[in-house]
């Protein structure tokens, strides 16, 4: 069962032990997911602030999957 968080701080942590992270735009909001390897967590972010998080973790050479 996936875990929703709305901090980012609080995101980044599992993101950093992230197997991948995947991206899901929809209209103005984008959700993204870090799949660790035991769950999933996501958080719902304005495309501005999602699009500079995506970029951090793909210069870390962390896998990013947009759909």
Known sequence: MPKEV???DL???YADNAVEI???????VVKLKARTKASLVTIKLP????TKLIEEY???GKRIIEF
């Open 58 to 60: 793909r210069s870390k």
């Open 6 to 8: 709305f901090l980012v």
């Open 47 to 50: 495309e501005d602030v999602a």
């Open 11 to 13: 995101w980044r942590r």
């Open 22 to 28: 995947r991206v899901k735009k929809n209209g103005n």
